[in-house]
């Protein structure tokens, strides 16, 4: 009959199960048909009635467990000879037929629990001489003749639960390569003398007799088994007298391991293991046994004992004596060994308990109880590298000062677990002493203080720091670290305050060697630019579940907080579930050395082109649920090019062939099973052929019709940027053009294009025409032009002194091939060229015909003015007859050369 826990835990198990099931039935498909890899045929769970006579010939493992099987006929097996391994556990078979392992010669392991067979005769493994594995578990046995004789070469057999009245399997000596042999659940309660007679000759290590009744032991019984090291007794409820009649019998015996699991052994007395004394029993399992009092020198025959488990019991006090005699015990493990029930006691531990176990090396106290911690609880520890206190219910450890595990002082320990002890405070110097510490684990605990770095004294050598999940906030200060430089691992999960980070300098300055560092699940909203200051070896950073949105986004007053330039070798970066809606261009800047990236749980849509460009080495990518519409390749044809894990699913992507043609064309053309999930990757917008849709079913020969578009496309833009390249050049640069022209064309044809004719009717090559206050422009610009071949007529040099000006400007107008203008505003201004030079050098140019009138402009003059005053506009004269005084004096060297070319040019009209 079941008990009520077990049946409590099978409906655990269905109701398990059919949570689970719809997810199992959407994973995989019901099975159907033999599974047939790698020379292995799996043809389970297929309700088949015989051996399927298809498979391959040349399979070398057969599964036919789990079917209706009622014999294995040899004949069916023919078209297989060599197989080595056979399983037809958990079938009807009711008999072994002894032609088996003729047709199977090479047979090495035959599994056959869980069937119906009854009689084993001697015939029916008579062939069966390869056999190293056999198992019969769960049958109805019933032994005739000699059936194991011919097994030389087994080396395991189990007979476990079938419910054998007799541990003799055999009259003779045989199983000489026996090591394990299985005998539990079987209802004989003696052993006899002769029982293991038939393994007197045999190599046997392993006995299993759990949930054996015994009840009786011969003397001698252990005697032809004297090579066993491993005794397996787990549920066989002996009293406390028969166990003492199986230590002395295994004291002639090489037994090295002995199980006692579930044996209510309620009380442990100096007799119990006194039969042990002469043995070398190493191990010692004693859990589950409700063991309420151990009574002194209960322990003190196993003087070679290095192992001793002593879990889940019901301990109510230690003593000094308790331990007695253990000199070589190097681990004890007393989890949920000292337990406080409803009405007793807290169990107690004496000051000098653990005094005796001078080599102790690990001590496992998870889930107890303890009264109290006193000064001298762990003295004499001398050998302790490992103390597990975690779960433990400990008023003393509520409030660490440097008194609390002073009892440590003399132990060389190097990790302490204190993992939900319900701790509230850490007291300056409370590890002071502990100056071998590399490990120091305070998880799950209510701490709510400020670290200044003085709870950390005296740790140089700690190496990791695990401060996750704790309850209350912590908050930091910029020397809580400054005491553990030597520090490689630091988890501080759901365990800060928000603002925690904001701190100049960093907390984590100090951590040069820091590699390993958890922020996550703190809901960090503000980090300084230079939190990762100095940790130039940090390779793992966890910043999941945290408020880092505002931080990236270029709206942030400030701009983006670049928090990670200081991790140039970091390996493994989370930022999974921070609302992050962009990521600034130089984000990721530097982390060449990226091997994964989790982004997942985030608003993230478009992404900057060059974001990813720096992460050459990542192999891992996680990008899923997050709102992802176009996967572009000038964004992720870097980051794909060399990763082993893509995922990437629950995106609305844009089924369009600008948006998804190239992921599309890339997933088809990757390993898929490193992009798993990537078959439920929808398109979630348009268009309506593939709304809904996984995305593999995006046809990526529809886009194949935009070839001519897009060359059409390219030969268009490069059009139109080659125009507006040019018109950009001329715009700023034509002057250079024109100058260089000017240049060539001079140098062939001269400056002039005037018939030497032309030349001889003129004086001076130019009149000009200025205001009084640019004479200073002229004299600087205009004549240093002058010379052999050019000459200019200015009014203040060259007017003859008692002439009138109105005959000197008439008769010198007529003299001069051109007529310039210098035009400003004061020219417009001027009465005299307002009123009379103007409309004389009008009535030369009408009067001779002549194509004579040259303007060159200091200022910018509206055409409106140069009309009005000048009866001139710009439309009457030809463009290279209209000059502007550049600004740059680059220029300036061009403004003469077209100046020069101008006054050079013939005054006769062409027709």
């Not at 007695?324 to 308990?353: E, N, Y």
């Not at 405070?425 to 709510?448: H, K």
């Not at 059409?712 to 490069?718: A, E, H, K, Q």
Request: hydrophobic share 40%.
């Amino acid at each position: 009959m079941c008990s009520p826990r077990s049946l409590h835990f099978t409906w655990i198990i269905i109701v398990c199960y059919f949570l689970t099931w719809p997810h199992h039935c959407l994973a995989s498909h019901k099975k159907t048909s033999c599974n047939v890899q790698d020379g292995r045929a799996d043809c389970s769970h297929l309700s088949l009635s015989a051996i399927p006579p298809n498979l391959p010939g040349n399979i070398s493992s057969l599964d036919m467990s789990h079917n209706r099987l009622v014999g294995i006929p040899p004949a069916s097996l023919n078209p297989y000879p060599g197989l080595l391994h056979l399983d037809v556990s958990y079938n009807s078979v009711t008999k072994l037929d002894e032609h088996l392992c003729q047709t199977l010669p090479l047979l090495q392991t035959l599994n056959t629990q869980h069937n119906e067979v009854h009689l084993l005769k001697e015939e029916d493994l008579s062939h069966c001489t390869s056999l190293t594995w056999l198992n019969m578990a769960s049958n109805r046995l019933k032994l005739h003749g000699e059936p194991f004789s011919a097994l030389k070469n087994l080396k395991s057999l189990d007979v476990s639960m079938n419910k054998m009245v007799s541990a003799k399997l055999s009259s003779r000596p045989q199983l000489p390569k026996l090591v394990s042999l299985n005998l539990a659940l079987n209802d004989f309660t003696t052993l006899k003398k002769d029982d293991f007679y038939f393994l007197e000759n045999s190599a046997l290590q392993v006995l299993d007799l759990s949930s054996v009744p015994l009840k009786t032991l011969e003397p001698g019984c252990l005697k032809p088994i004297s090579g066993l090291r491993t005794l397996i007794m787990d549920g066989s409820n002996m009293g406390a007298q028969v166990l003492s009649k199986l230590c002395s019998e295994l004291s002639e015996t090489s037994i090295d391991a002995l199980s006692l699991r579930k044996n209510n052994l309620v009380t442990l007395t100096n007799s119990t293991f006194a039969g042990l004394q002469k043995g070398n029993l190493t191990f010692l399992d004693l859990s589950h046994n409700s063991m309420g009092k151990i009574l002194e020198g209960s322990f003190q025959w196993l003087t070679r004992l290095q192992t001793l488990i002593l879990a889940d019991n019901n301990i109510k006090h230690l003593t000094k004596a308790t331990f007695q005699g253990l000199k070589s015990l190097t681990k004890l493990t007393l989890t949920k060994a000292l337990a406080k029930g409803r009405t007793s006691a807290t169990p107690i531990i004496d000051d000098f308990s653990f005094q005796p176990l001078s080599t102790l090396e690990s001590l496992m106290l998870q889930q107890t109880a303890i009264r109290e911690i006193t000064a001298q609880t762990f003295t004499g520890l001398t050998s302790l590298k490992e103390l597990d206190m975690s779960w433990c219910s400990c008023i003393s450890l509520r409030d660490i000062t440097n008194k609390t595990l002073l009892s440590l002082a003399g132990s060389p320990l190097r990790k302490l677990n204190l993992t939900a002890t319900a701790m509230t405070n850490i007291n300056p110097g409370s590890f002071s002493f502990l100056t071998n510490l590399t490990n120091l684990l305070l998880d799950l605990n209510y701490l709510q203080q400020t670290l200044t770095g003085k709870e950390f004294e005296g740790l140089g050598q700690i190496q990791e720091i695990h401060m996750t999940y704790n309850h209350w906030k912590i908050q930091l200060s910029s020397t809580s670290f400054i005491n553990v430089p030597n520090l490689r691992v630091l988890t501080l999960g759901k365990s800060l305050n928000s603002n925690a980070l904001n701190l100049d300098p960093s907390p984590f300055q100090p951590l040069s060697n820091l590699t390993y560092l958890d922020l996550s699940n703190n809901n960090i909203a503000n980090i300084r630019q230079d939190m990762l200051e100095g940790l130039e070896n940090l390779k793992v950073l966890k910043l999941q579940h945290n408020n880092l949105a505002r931080l990236w986004k270029h709206a942030n007053p400030g701009g983006p907080v670049m928090f990670l330039k200081g991790a140039a070798k970091l390996m493994t970066l989370w930022l999974d579930n921070n609302g992050l809606d962009e990521i600034p261009e130089e984000a990721l800047k530097g982390l060449s050395n990226l091997r994964e990236l989790s982004l997942s749980n985030n608003l993230l849509n478009s992404l900057k082109d060059s974001v990813f460009d720096d992460l050459k080495s990542l192999r891992v990518l996680r990008l899923q649920k997050n709102l992802i519409t176009t996967v572009k390749p000038e964004v992720f044809s870097t980051p794909m090019s060399n990763l082993s894990l893509l995922v990437m699913d629950k995106n609305p992507f844009d089924c369009t062939c600008e948006s998804i043609l190239w992921f599309v064309t890339w997933l088809n053309n990757t390993n898929m099973t490193s992009v798993p999930d990537s078959a439920t990757s929808i398109c979630a917008t348009l268009p309506l052929t593939y709304f809904n849709h996984s995305i593999l079913m995006f046809d990526t020969l529809s886009c194949k019709d935009m070839t001519p578009f897009q060359a059409l496309y390219i030969l268009s833009s490069t059009a139109v940027l080659m125009l507006m390249v040019s018109a950009l050049f001329v715009r700023f640069h034509g002057w250079r053009i024109q100058f260089y022209w000017n240049i060539l064309v001079s140098r062939t044809l001269g400056f002039s294009d005037a018939s030497v004719g032309e030349g001889r009717e003129f004086q001076y090559d130019a009149y000009i025409i200025h205001a009084e206050r640019d004479s200073r422009w002229v004299e600087r610009v205009m004549v240093p032009l002058e010379n052999e071949k050019c000459r200019f007529y200015l009014e203040d040099r060259d007017a003859v002194p008692g002439v009138s000006m109105i005959e000197s400007i008439m008769e010198n107008m007529r003299r001069s091939r051109k007529i310039l203008f210098v035009v400003t505003e004061s020219l417009l201004r001027d009465p005299w060229c307002r009123r009379f030079k103007a409309h004389h050098a009008l009535h030369q140019v009408i009067e001779a015909s002549r194509d004579s009138v040259v303007l060159v402009f200091l200022q910018n003059v509206h055409d409106y003015k140069l009309s009005r005053t000048l009866f001139l506009r710009r439309g009457m004269l030809r463009p290279c007859r209209i000059l502007e005084w550049p600004e740059d004096k680059d220029r300036v060297l061009a403004f003469h050369q077209k100046l020069l070319i101008a006054l050079g040019m013939t005054n006769r009209f062409k027709e």
